[in-house]
């Protein structure tokens, strides 16, 4: 069993018989009475050149109208190629057309260039095109990446649900989780309709974070991490922000702050270092062709430690910056995107980890610090992007935690098993999400966050 990229990575005999199963990228015909087919089956980026001779039975039946789209069977010799680019190619002696196109003119991903936002509406099909292809790679990449490293640290993964009651930023940005018939809508004696009943009579949500649960994980098991969906329904319609999207979670005890900023940056680092290692050949298609510098860009990366600052020290620096922002800057207020990119961009050219927030601007389970005005919390903001990470280390002592969720409006009584954890056994402990799209995105050089998740979740559409 083999791929065409181990056909193409030499890992058959030259002049051994193989098979390849494809799709068609393109078909050339020569005078010369042969026709080349390069066909691809997504295990590489590149495709590999079939030459089919005329004297093929099904040649003029067949393979001169075997298309772009087209799913073939290629039987033959592989022999190595003259041509440039490749090192090996298979001379057929058999062409099966599996499938074919139905109407080649209106075939929607044509072999030509077609706009990111065209492609989004045929989501279905955007696959087949080298750029997507060579994105899923990578994305894939990434997640055995992040995987890998966590595992070889000794983290467990926790498997946290994805159907919840509580809202771990805060924020109420969660989708509702209904199995209300909407024909016999439960009715409060007022008529109006009780929402709160519509889980099987309880309420529900989708998770915004797995954060919580990983928690109370982390302090039986000390090194945790939870990788999976996860959603908000915030409507945001930025090149940053998905409805449904994918976040990574270790959380970490006996640790602080500045451990968890560590642990952030060397998975950065490694799962950067290895999609340069293994994805060679995706990496050199998106710094040719889709952000020129890329590759050089990551190497720096991996190559150096981040720079740290304090959220007070970026405030002055970005009054001292003399920009003239879209939104104020002034100590208290959140960084907005375009501060988080001068930070990054301008400031310290490449990512920087900014600690210490006021404490009115993140959520309640951040440990509040001496000075009584900041929380431990550290976000991580990369060029081009902005946020990727935000984590914190937690607020593990049951007195101040109850302030901060008093503070905040939330219900003892629901929060009362992550409370039950502050009572038994509680120790200093800390955590992160890096969010996974953002970070493919990251590194693809790939603008828009909707252009890295295979079927996108955004404000209004669910289509695919
Ligand atoms: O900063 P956030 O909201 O942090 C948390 O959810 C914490 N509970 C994580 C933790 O400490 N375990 O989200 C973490 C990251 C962000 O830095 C960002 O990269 C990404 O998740 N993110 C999004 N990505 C795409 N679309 C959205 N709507 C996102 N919201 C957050
Ligand atoms: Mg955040």
Redesign the pocket.
């Known amino acids: 069993d083999y791929s065409v990229a181990d056909l193409l990575q030499g890992r058959r005999a030259v002049d051994s018989p193989v098979t390849v199963e494809g799709w068609v990228r393109t078909r050339r015909d020569s005078k010369a009475g042969m026709s080349f087919l390069a066909v691809s089956d997504g295990s590489c980026f590149a495709a590999i050149q079939c030459i089919a001779p005329s004297e093929l039975p099904n040649y003029a039946t067949e393979v001169l109208h075997a298309g772009s789209g087209c799913a073939v069977r290629v039987s033959g010799r592989l022999v190595a190629s003259p041509g440039k680019g490749q090192r090996f190619e298979v001379l057929a002696d058999r062409v099966e057309v599996l499938g074919w196109v139905e109407d080649p003119e209106s075939y929607p991903v044509q072999p030509k260039p077609h706009t990111f936002e065209y492609l989004r509406s045929v989501a279905h099909l955007r696959p087949r095109t080298n750029t997507f292809a060579a994105v899923t790679r990578v994305r894939n990449c990434l997640a055995q990446a992040i995987h890998r490293f966590l595992q070889a640290r000794g983290f467990c993964w926790i498997h946290t649900p994805i159907i919840t009651t509580s809202d771990?930023?805060g924020?109420g940005e969660m989708f509702r989780v209904s199995t209300l018939d909407l024909a016999n809508l439960p009715r409060r004696a007022d008529g109006t309709v009780d929402f709160a009943a519509d889980f099987f009579g309880r309420e529900a949500f989708l998770t915004?974070?797995?954060?919580?649960n990983?928690e109370a994980y982390c302090l039986a098991m000390s090194r945790v991490y939870?990788f999976g969906p996860?959603f908000?329904a915030?409507n945001?319609n930025t090149s940053?922000?998905?409805?449904e999207?994918w976040?990574v979670?270790?959380?970490i005890a006996f640790a602080d702050l500045a451990a968890d900023a560590s642990l952030a940056e060397d998975l950065l680092r490694a799962i950067f270092a290895a999609v340069l290692d293994e994805r060679a050949d995706d990496m050199a298609f998106f710094n040719d062709r889709i952000a020129p510098g890329c590759i050089a860009r990551l190497e720096n990366i991996v190559s150096r430690p981040f720079a740290r600052l304090d959220y007070t020290e970026a405030i002055g620096v970005l009054e001292r910056s003399g920009k003239a922002f879209t939104f104020p800057v002034s100590w208290g207020l959140d960084l907005q995107s375009e501060h988080e990119r001068y930070l990054a961009e301008e400031y310290v050219g490449g990512p920087v980890v900014v600690m210490n927030y006021p404490k009115a601007i993140k959520?309640f389970?951040m440990r509040l610090n001496d000075d009584e005005r900041t929380v431990a919390a550290m976000?991580?903001l990369a060029p081009g992007i902005g946020?990727?990470?935000?984590?914190?280390q937690r607020e593990e002592r049951l007195a101040v935690l109850d302030a901060r969720m008093e503070a905040s409006g939330l219900d003892r009584e629901a929060y009362g098993w992550y409370r039950d954890l502050r009572r038994y056994g509680s120790v200093p402990h800390a955590?992160?999400?890096?969010?996974?799209?953002?970070?493919v995105s990251y590194v693809t050089g790939i603008a828009n966050?909707r252009d890295v998740i295979p079927f996108p979740r955004t404000p209004g559409s669910a289509s695919f």
Not at 208 to 212: E, P, R, T
Not at 431 to 439: A, I, N, P, Q, V
Request: hydrophobic share 35%; with cysteine.
């Open positions: 771990c930023e924020a915004v974070s797995g954060q919580l990983v939870t996860t908000r915030e945001s940053r922000h998905l409805a999207f976040m979670e270790p959380e959520s389970y976000d991580v946020e990727i990470v935000g984590g914190s955590g992160f999400g890096l969010g996974f799209e953002r970070t966050v």
